[in-house]
């Protein structure tokens, strides 16, 4: 049997697939080219843990939790939109925005920030951090070559001062990137994992470091958001770097996700027999962890005495990681329906 193994994305759920065809119906036959939009929620405010969008006064997309996305979905391009927010099953709008897309360019709206500011740490560069829309524009929709990766980035952390944004040892990204900012053009990367620095302005001491793994996207376009809270003591609004595809998946982007392996792993097999993951050919003493997409562990086993380490199967996508110590030699993206 062979391993599974496989390099494609999970599907949108339902009611993200809905909020399409809701969008998609209604652009008049007669309109010319219409733009494309995404949503992605990134508000770490505890109590919009979910949300509802509305377009024109419509609810077209409920429930939406923190850290996903919509897929881009087209909208008339011949007048604006109203794009709204409320709290999940709640009808007091937290915000609003009109804005009129332009024929043929893909722009997402980005969520950042909290509904109750009194009960959040303020921003250190003396920002609002109250809820508000970031917008990126002008995103690439074109298949990439493979030794590409078209990215944007944006800051939704409200407790972090502005500093500057760099690959480590590859080049700057974005001098004074602070809350609510982002790339004000595409990024075009190779498909590696990088350390992003954040530095002081001043003394270019680092603040904070976040691996970035985007080898899993090549060929593709990626909205990376800073997200979570700084001084957070919560896992589920811990600071992280996530990334946003087209079609609304999201992923933890330091979460190892490549399917690419080093040559010290190559006779690592990763088999589903009778119910269970079964991986062989791993070195002595070695674990395997399997992770959600947006970074949580779901469970760790440990090699056996015939060598096998086996794990038992996540429904969906998930990521396994198999160490030697702290060393990762393997990673693998499994899927089981």
Same mark, same amino acid.
Not at 4 to 25: K, R
Not at 282 to 310: F, H, M, N, P, W
């Given at each position: 049997?062979?391993?599974?193994?496989?390099?494609?994305?999970?599907?949108?759920?339902?009611?993200?697939?809905?909020?399409?065809?809701?969008? *998609?119906?209604?652009? @008049?036959?007669?309109? &010319?080219?219409?733009?494309?939009? =995404?949503?992605?929620?990134?508000?770490?405010? !505890? #109590?919009?843990?979910?949300?509802?969008?509305?377009?024109?006064?419509?609810?077209?997309?409920?429930?939406?939790?923190?850290?996903?996305?919509?897929?881009?979905?087209?909208?008339?391009?011949?007048?604006?939109?109203?794009?709204?927010?409320?709290?999940?099953?709640?009808?007091?709008?937290?915000?609003?925005?009109?804005?009129?897309?332009?024929?043929?360019?893909?722009?997402?709206?980005?969520?950042?920030?909290?509904?109750?500011? *009194?009960?959040?740490? @303020?921003?250190?560069? &003396?920002?609002?951090?109250?809820? =508000?829309?970031?917008?990126?524009?002008?995103? !690439? #929709?074109?298949?990439?070559?493979?030794?590409?990766?078209?990215?944007?980035?944006?800051?939704?952390?409200?407790?972090?001062?502005?500093?500057?944004?760099?690959?480590?040892?590859?080049?700057?990204?974005?001098?004074?990137?602070?809350?609510?900012?982002?790339?004000?053009?595409?990024?075009?990367?190779?498909?590696?994992?990088?350390?992003?620095?954040?530095?002081?302005?001043?003394?270019?001491?680092?603040?904070?470091?976040?691996?970035?793994?985007?080898?899993?996207?090549?060929?593709?376009?990626?909205?990376?958001?800073?997200?979570?809270?700084?001084?957070?003591?919560? #896992?589920?609004?811990?600071?992280?770097?996530?990334?946003?595809?087209?079609?609304?998946?999201?992923?933890?982007?330091?979460?190892?996700?490549?399917?690419?392996?080093?040559?010290?792993?190559?006779?690592?097999?990763?088999?589903?027999?009778?119910?269970?993951?079964?991986?062989?050919?791993?070195?002595?003493?070695?674990?395997?962890?399997?992770?959600?997409?947006?970074?949580?562990?779901?469970?760790?086993?440990?090699?056996?005495?015939?060598?096998?380490?086996?794990?038992?199967?996540?429904?969906?996508?998930?990521?396994?990681?198999?160490?030697?110590?702290?060393?990762?030699?393997?990673?693998?993206?499994?899927?089981?329906?």
């Amino acid at each position: 049997m062979s391993s599974v193994c496989i390099h494609s994305f999970p599907s949108c759920l339902l009611t993200v697939v809905t909020a399409a065809l809701f969008f *998609a119906l209604r652009i @008049p036959a007669s309109a &010319g080219e219409p733009g494309l939009i =995404q949503v992605i929620h990134n508000s770490a405010d !505890t #109590t919009l843990r979910q949300v509802d969008v509305y377009l024109n006064g419509e609810k077209i997309l409920g429930k939406m939790t923190f850290r996903t996305a919509t897929p881009f979905v087209p909208v008339a391009s011949d007048h604006a939109f109203q794009l709204a927010v409320t709290r999940s099953e709640d009808t007091d709008t937290l915000l609003t925005m009109n804005y009129r897309p332009e024929p043929g360019i893909a722009t997402a709206f980005v969520l950042h920030g909290v509904a109750d500011t *009194a009960h959040f740490q @303020p921003n250190p560069d &003396g920002k609002s951090i109250r809820l =508000q829309w970031t917008i990126l524009e002008n995103i !690439t #929709t074109k298949q990439l070559p493979q030794d590409e990766v078209a990215v944007k980035i944006t800051d939704g952390c409200t407790d972090l001062a502005m500093a500057n944004l760099i690959a480590k040892d590859v080049a700057p990204l974005l001098p004074n990137l602070g809350y609510g900012g982002a790339t004000p053009t595409t990024i075009i990367m190779p498909p590696t994992t990088y350390e992003f620095l954040l530095l002081d302005p001043q003394s270019n001491a680092i603040v904070r470091s976040f691996t970035t793994n985007i080898t899993a996207f090549a060929g593709k376009s990626v909205v990376l958001f800073i997200s979570g809270f700084a001084g957070s003591s919560q #896992t589920s609004t811990h600071l992280g770097i996530y990334a946003a595809l087209h079609d609304g998946s999201v992923f933890n982007a330091g979460v190892v996700t490549s399917v690419r392996e080093a040559d010290v792993s190559s006779a690592i097999t990763c088999q589903l027999v009778h119910g269970e993951w079964l991986i062989d050919g791993c070195r002595e003493q070695c674990t395997a962890e399997v992770y959600s997409l947006l970074g949580e562990r779901l469970q760790s086993s440990t090699q056996r005495k015939d060598g096998v380490i086996r794990c038992t199967p996540e429904r969906g996508m998930t990521v396994l990681i198999i160490k030697h110590g702290n060393q990762v030699i393997a990673t693998k993206l499994l899927f089981l329906e």
